[in-house]
């Protein structure tokens, strides 16, 4: 089973294709819709012209890449901050998987690894690590040893907590509802506190 984002047909393909286009997205993946942030990834690839190439992005001209995340449509509310959080992604992929976002997850020994690898990436949280581990295992087939328990309740066989669980329209509204209910409880706590 892979992703099934409500966004163009050649943006889900390429996420199931491209381990850096799925990387790409999730690193998009905040204060915005997760639709924009997971079909981002395929509008880069039309303004460079070519498949997406981690050595490419962290060598680009920064400025060239903010204007590329910059031309509208934006791929993203923060144009300049997130290209450079995804050119500082890719230099990571560069460094220590040679440029290949798929080692990332391909050799590790278990979830608990493969959840501190994710978690090493710049702009990855222990939340949004267990996020992006759930969305492998659930959705790609990315599943070592101990990945349901390193992802959290994000990797619950039945939960409707993050991008990991769309499967469908109905999928996707029981997310944003979970959302809401956990802004609005943030909301309440600092409220008191």
Not at 58 to 64: C, G, L, M, V
Not at 123 to 139: D, H, T, V
């Amino acid at each position: 089973m892979t992703l099934a984002l409500p966004i163009d047909p050649e943006a889900n393909r390429l996420l199931e294709r491209s381990p850096l286009a799925l990387l790409l997205g999730m690193v998009l993946d905040q204060q915005v819709t997760m639709e924009k942030a997971f079909s981002s990834p395929y509008v880069l690839t039309q303004r460079l012209g070519r498949d997406l190439d981690a050595r490419e992005i962290a060598d680009h001209d920064p400025e060239a890449l903010v204007a590329l995340f910059a031309r509208p449509p934006a791929l993203h509310r923060f144009p300049k901050a997130m290209a450079a959080r995804v050119q500082e992604v890719c230099r990571v992929l560069v460094d220590r998987y040679d440029g290949d976002a798929a080692r990332l997850w391909s050799d590790v020994a278990d979830g608990r690894e493969l959840l501190r690898r994710i978690a090493e990436l710049p702009g990855f949280g222990r939340q949004k690590a267990q996020i992006f581990l759930a969305l492998l295992g659930k959705r790609f087939g990315v599943t070592p040893e101990g990945w349901r328990e390193a992802a959290g309740g994000y990797g619950d066989l039945d939960a409707h907590r993050s991008v990991a669980d769309v499967v469908d329209a109905e999928s996707l509204r029981r997310v944003r509802d979970y959302k809401q209910q956990m802004k609005a409880a943030a909301k309440a706590k600092a409220a008191q506190g």
